[in-house]
């Protein structure tokens, strides 16, 4: 699926489990950022097929392509599962865990880039949303949708600019 697709399945989960920040780094590190072996990946997919290939995208978006890791098979819940052991924690196994199904209902049934992936990301992201403005509303029992939206901004504002 696409990173945009997992990032907004993490971001729900994280917000359904009340993570703190420490555990929501390591619920995105397992949850979208093992992503980032495609980029590993992509010097010996290169090799293999020519440069060219990265432009085609049915080359590239392959399932049987040769620019994924091991951490996107099964076999890597022998590495998964004893850092959440060591950590005392599932979250790296659970998120690890749904972003390779995710991987597997693709590949499997939907196809890249699908209909119903979009449809999985909109009503996903309907509901990050809505849980998001609920707890808002706890604290701001008159806010408003507006208001609402602009404090989110801010938030993703101050995230993003440098610390003073």
């Known amino acids: 699926m696409l990173a945009l697709t997992h990032l907004i399945v993490s971001l729900l989960l994280i ?3 009340t993570l ?3 555990d929501a780094f390591v619920g995105l590190l397992f949850g979208v950022f093992i992503d980032v072996d495609h980029l590993i990946g992509l010097k010996d997919y ?3 097929n020519g440069y060219a290939a990265v432009f085609d995208l049915d080359s590239i978006t392959n399932p049987g392509g040769h620019w994924k890791s091991l ?3 099964p ?3 022998a590495v998964v ?3 959440s052991v060591a950590s005392r924690f599932a979250i790296p196994l659970v998120f690890w865990g749904i972003h390779v199904a995710m991987d597997f209902v693709e590949e499997t049934f939907l196809g890249n880039f699908s209909g119903v992936e979009a449809m999985l990301f909109a009503m996903v992201g ?3 949303v809505s849980l998001r403005y609920a707890k808002y509303l706890e604290s701001y029992a008159r806010g408003t949708l507006g208001q609402y939206f602009r404090v989110e901004m801010e938030g993703i504002k101050r995230l993003f ?3 003073i």
Do not use: E, M
């Open 15 to 17: 917000q359904l489990l």
């Open 20 to 22: 703190d920040r420490n």
């Open 46 to 48: 290169t090799q293999t």
């Open 71 to 73: 951490f996107h098979s």
């Open 75 to 77: 076999v890597a819940v």
């Open 81 to 83: 599962g004893p850092l």
């Open 126 to 128: 309907i509901a990050f």
């Open 161 to 163: 600019s440098p610390a």
